[in-house]
């Protein structure tokens, strides 16, 4: 489906908040509408291009200035993009939504305890045998978003649910084309499954 200029929705918040799980959650809804659409998560940018760039704050600047360039390209010629990264200061995502066209900014919410019990790439435990100490949120400032567009609370919201907010406020925002192919009843996936089910009970399903 092509759009005359891409968005960018960009997933910030702590280690193991659950920003590439919604991300590429979210990711898979917009393909199947037929949005062209990359994803560049932060950790995989730096493994492929700069992989001793390190994380710093100084590193960490590098880093998202890089993807917001990458975004900012993709966005002007209509090819939309899916970023998950710590970005831990605000100065790095303001800076992103100046670059990019139709930036959406997204609050990974989630409890430090309930991070560090889920650790997935084991950042946490190395942290506490004194391995590492440049975990944002943790060594180093995190700084929650002032005005996102999409805040989401990962210890109370399912992905899936995540997903769907996302999606609602891309519509909301229009910029998502009305002839979406998921999109042509005007319900969410939850709404249309509410009501094919209370057609069925009514008996002309």
Request: with cysteine.
């Amino acid at each position: 489906m092509e759009l005359e200029k891409g968005f960018c929705t960009w997933f910030t918040g702590v280690p193991a908040s659950g920003k590439s799980t919604v991300g590429k959650a979210c990711l898979k809804r917009l393909r199947e509408m037929g949005i062209k659409i990359e994803d560049f998560d932060a950790d995989e940018v730096r493994s492929h291009i700069s992989p001793n760039l390190g994380y710093t704050l100084e590193a960490r600047d590098e880093n998202t200035k890089r993807l917001a360039f990458f975004a900012s390209i993709l966005a002007r010629n209509g090819i939309c993009s899916n970023i998950a990264a710590v970005s831990s200061l605000q100065k790095f995502r303001d800076r992103a939504r100046g670059m990019i066209d139709n930036f959406v900014e997204i609050m990974v919410d989630c409890p430090l305890d309930e991070c560090q019990n889920r650790d997935p790439k084991g950042l946490y435990k190395k942290a506490a045998e004194g391995k590492i100490n440049d975990i944002a949120g943790m060594h180093q400032p995190f700084e929650k978003p002032e005005k996102p567009e999409v805040y989401l609370d990962t210890s109370k919201m399912s992905v899936d649910e995540c997903a769907e907010k996302v999606i609602s406020k891309l519509k909301e925002l229009k910029y998502l084309p009305g002839d979406a192919k998921d999109d042509k009843t005007g319900y969410s996936d939850t709404e249309e499954e509410k009501v094919k089910k209370r057609l069925e009970n009514l008996g002309y399903m």
